[in-house]
């Protein structure tokens, strides 16, 4: 078995609780760590931003790996 951890962010809380249960409820992670008061700057659509949001560190299997990508696709705002 190849472990992998995916990182990801999100915006709210709600959001991050929302991803997480559902990764691990479908079995997609074993784990998925949620970390508040992330600070991000980033470039979008031409414009920088800074957001707070919330860091997700998700526990997964390399053979789970394009599942936890369409699940944060369907369920990330």
């Known amino acids: ?3 992998l951890v995916v ?6 809380e709600e959001q991050a609780n929302l ?3 559902e990764l691990v409820a479908r079995r997609h992670a074993a784990c998925v760590n949620i970390v508040g ?3 991000s700057v980033y470039r979008w659509e031409g414009k920088i931003y800074k957001d707070s949001e919330y860091l997700l ?3 997964t299997r390399a053979e789970e790996y394009a599942a936890v990508e369409t699940a944060i696709r ?3 705002n």
Not at 7 to 12: D, F, K, L, M, Y
Request: charged share 20%; proline share 0%; hydrophobic share 50%.
């Open 74 to 76: 369907e369920l990330h």
């Open 57 to 59: 560190i998700i526990k």
């Open 7 to 12: 990182i990801t962010t999100v915006g709210n």
């Open 37 to 39: 008061g992330v600070r």
């Open 1 to 3: 078995m190849q472990a």
């Open 19 to 21: 991803l997480a249960r």
